[in-house]
């Protein structure tokens, strides 16, 4: 009976080590589980950050640029009328103070989202497709020729979405004041369709003999905005000279509205070829 009991025994310590190493096999495996959940969060959170990051730097490439490209132009334009008429020199330094006074409000607002703690600087608002008008009236007040229209019944729109044709106008605009050569006439039209809104820009200046932005930088950052909505955007020289950007986003059928309309849909738009 003593060897029973000892068979026992030792049946019954093996059975404690194999419980104690499952349970501290789970115990590992738990504390595992924990840190690839700590480690997958803090990877999530740095993706966000970088995002951000990432948008405020396309945001601040658009603010910039554009207000420096109709701030040159004012500047170069002052200088010479300044010779004959002090008035058309002093309207250029008007300009030059409004649209620099724009820009840095929207660039403090930019930086504000970097700041923890200061809401109000936060909540500061980013343009949307309603301010579209006032950066064609802006724009041309820096000297360049440019035209204005819509078409269709307009509709409410995501903020995102406003938010990203106004930035793709805008980088638009200022591809033309750097690229577009002496004296252009640029176009721009919004046109409403029952499931989407296409956003142009054209203009009749150098076209393919236009120098680029380098790497095209502007381009992909106008696509990219135009994607990240579901959008399309297509841009390069035209046929018969000058150039021509064209984005479009999708919105969705319009209320009572089974399709869109052909009639919408199809023809030239005005200042393009067709």
Do not use: C
């Not at 995501?158 to 938010?163: K, S, T, V, W």
């Amino acid at each position: 009976m003593i060897w029973l009991a000892w068979v026992v025994a030792a049946g019954a310590l093996a059975l404690s080590a194999r419980l104690w190493w499952r349970l501290r096999e789970q115990v590992r495996r738990g504390l595992e589980l924990e840190e690839a959940r700590e480690r997958e969060a803090a990877a999530a959170q740095e993706l966000a950050a970088s995002t951000e990051r990432a948008r405020i730097a396309r945001e601040m490439h658009d603010v910039v640029a554009h207000t420096l490209s109709v701030v040159v132009a004012q500047a170069d334009g002052g200088r010479f009328a300044g010779r004959t008429d002090s008035d058309a020199a002093l309207r250029s330094l008007d300009t030059i103070a409004d649209v620099s006074r724009a820009a840095l409000t929207e660039m403090r607002a930019l930086l504000g989202v970097l700041r923890e703690g200061d809401t109000e600087t936060q909540m500061g608002p980013q343009p949307s497709l309603a301010d579209v008008p006032a950066l064609v009236a802006a724009t041309r007040e820096g000297g360049l020729d440019v035209s204005y229209v819509t078409t269709g019944t307009p509709r409410p729109v995501p903020i995102g979405a406003g938010l990203a044709v106004y930035r793709i106008v805008q980088e638009a605009l200022t591809n033309v004041l750097k690229h577009a050569g002496p004296s252009p006439k640029a176009f721009v039209q919004l046109r409403w369709e029952d499931d989407g809104l296409t956003a142009t820009v054209s203009d009749d200046g150098r076209g393919a003999a236009a120098r680029g932005d380098g790497n095209g930088n502007g381009i992909a950052g106008m696509t990219e905005r135009a994607s990240a909505f579901g959008g399309s955007l297509s841009a390069g020289p035209k046929a018969g000279g000058g150039f021509l950007v064209r984005a479009r986003l999708p919105l969705g059928p319009r209320e009572g509205s089974l399709t869109s309309s052909p009639a919408t849909a199809a023809g030239p738009t005005p200042g393009e070829d067709a």
